[in-house]
Nanobody, 124 residues
Framework: QVQLVESGGGLVQAGGSLRLSCAASGRTFSSYAMGWFRQAPGKERDFVAAISWSGNSKYYADSVKGRFTISRELAKNTVYLQMNSLKTEDTAVYYC?????????????????WGQGTQVTVSS
């Protein structure tokens, strides 16, 4: 299996920015799309953003469009989530996910591998 490790979370003031990283290691696949999800206490794990294996197709939840940007570096097998103009409602544990497919998915069940999450807290 592929191991995913998130980093870059922390405490930030509303309106600020954070950049999350997710590094994949272990078994490699010729096609491996990746995505980001988040989960607040007592809530379901929600889709945030996803990127195809090639990096040419990107998808975002409506709540983060225009504020968040997903990208990847294939050579490093790493995906990033640049989060700008953060709001208090963005507070959650953010999870990196990967799937053995060239196509990105928007559902939790679309993904094969998961990181353990990184906490993002946005204060007012």
């Amino acid at each position: 299996q592929v191991q995913l490790v998130e980093s870059g979370g922390g405490l930030v003031q509303a309106g600020g920015s954070l950049r999350l990283s997710c590094a994949a290691s272990g078994r490699t696949f010729s096609s491996y799309a990746m995505g980001w999800f988040r989960q607040a206490p007592g809530k379901e794990r929600d889709f945030v953003a996803a990127i195809s294996w090639s990096g040419n197709s990107k998808y975002y939840a409506d709540s983060v469009k225009g504020r968040f940007t997903i990208s990847r570096e294939l050579a490093k097998n790493t995906v990033y989530l640049q989060m700008n103009s953060l709001k208090t409602e963005d507070t959650a544990v953010y999870y990196c996910a990967g799937r053995r497919s060239s196509l990105a998915g928007r559902e939790v069940n679309d993904y094969d591998d998961w990181g353990q999450g990184t906490q993002v807290t946005v204060s007012s």
